[in-house]
């Protein structure tokens, strides 16, 4: 294993940045190549040079200091420094993963080159969208394969070096001294990601990472019937891998508006219609609106306040299917607050008809009894 970064300058784990600072100058002008002509100080000017790199730079420190070793800490991505590569804008795990070698956080043993991330995008459409569904162009920034290695990250036509960390085998091998004996472990190269080579000439463009940032356009189809809250996954369209490796995916989070008119249940649609009290008592054709146009609906005689009437295959398009849910009519019934003295007369001779009885004497029966 790599020698501890805070050991190679004398120093103990956590020492803060002053002593950082001192232990690297006081062991640098000791080791220095040009004043100490001693076997060996060559490399130990090397191993300080390193770690200073790496402690005097808060985000990798903290890098390391929570992640415990670094293998591509000569900087090395397949041949260039990615530190001075103009990525400037690069982004947290980026920078990680190049500084890394490519393990990235979720270092789980996985080896070779990263697959893309997934972008997730929200989009809110109309209740109308959601029944017809929508054609919608998605703009936003993210890796996609470099255009002039088209995503492999070396120079078109030129090979590959056997990788110096791991002469090739994509492992290191490790022995450390314990009260129990020596402990031999292995683990990925991080100096090739396990790939056990790395690129003679990497791509200009990409500096070696097989892709480049751009604004990406993609038009995606939301289906006709799509949930409120659905998740919809357009797999291969986030963002490309490194060096080939597979693109993420585009996840696309919708949220449907809710209708003035309407209300969706399952692939149902449910609204309301008033009627008249004398409608609904006499029986009458309604003009029913639906999402897919107006409908008439027969109202028989005697039809009650809440009761609902079904409209056949006129409700959401069913997702991956042809058929339509149903549209459901609640009927909500309209009792005129006041009537006309003719009205009401007609009104109380058919309540006496009937025999009605009522209490409220200041009412219809001041009249009839008075
Ligand atoms: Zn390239
Ligand atoms: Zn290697």
Redesign the pocket.
């Known amino acids: 294993m790599a020698k501890d970064l805070y050991e190679s300058l004398g120093l103990k784990k956590g020492a803060s940045e002053t002593e950082i600072k001192k232990a690297y100058r006081k062991l640098a002008a000791k080791y220095h190549p040009d004043v100490n002509k001693d076997k060996g100080s060559d490399e130990k000017f090397k191993e300080l040079s390193a770690a200073y790199e790496v402690l005097s730079d808060p985000q990798k420190k903290s890098q390391y200091d929570q992640f415990g070793h670094v293998g591509g800490q000569d900087g090395s991505y397949g041949g260039g420094n990615p530190f001075s590569g103009g990525f400037g804008g690069e982004d947290y795990e980026d920078i990680f993963s190049s500084f890394f070698g490519g393990g990235g956080r979720k270092s789980s043993g996985r080896r070779g080159p990263k697959r893309g991330r997934d972008i997730e995008v929200s989009m809110t459409i109309s209740f109308m969208d959601s029944v017809s569904g929508i054609k919608k162009t998605i703009k936003f920034s993210a890796y996609e394969k470099c255009s002039s290695c088209e995503g492999e990250g070396k120079e078109p036509g030129t090979g590959y070096d056997t990788?110096?960390?791991?002469?090739?085998?994509?492992q290191?091998l490790q022995q450390q001294q314990t009260p129990f004996g020596v402990i031999q472990t292995q683990s990925t190269?991080?100096?090739?990601?396990?790939?056990?080579?790395?690129f003679k000439n990497p791509c200009k463009t990409c500096f070696g990472k097989g892709r480049e940032k751009k604004e990406q356009n993609i038009e995606v189809n939301i289906p006709a019937g799509v949930f409120d809250g659905a998740l919809l996954r357009i797999s291969g369209k986030g963002e490309a891998g490194e060096k080939g490796a597979p693109s993420g995916d585009l996840l696309l989070h919708i949220s449907v508006k809710s209708s003035p008119s309407f209300t969706r249940d399952e692939d149902d649609i449910h609204s309301t219609i008033d009627l008249h009290v004398l409608q609904a008592m006499l029986g009458t054709e309604a003009k029913v609106k639906t999402v897919h146009g107006t409908s008439k609906i027969k109202i028989p005689a005697g039809t009650n306040h809440g009761q609902t009437f079904k409209i056949k295959g006129k409700g959401m398009p069913k997702l991956r299917s042809n058929s339509k849910g149903n549209h459901i009519v609640h009927v909500s019934l309209d009792v005129p607050k006041s009537l006309s003295d003719k009205n009401r007369e007609k009104l109380e001779e058919i309540a006496k008809d009937l025999n009605l009885e009522f209490s409220n004497k200041e009412g219809l029966f001041k009249k009839i009894f008075g």
Do not use: F
């Not at 990788?163 to 994509?170: A, F, K």
């Open positions: 990788c110096s960390s791991c002469h090739g085998t994509g290191i190269c991080h100096s090739c990601s396990g790939e056990g080579k790395k």
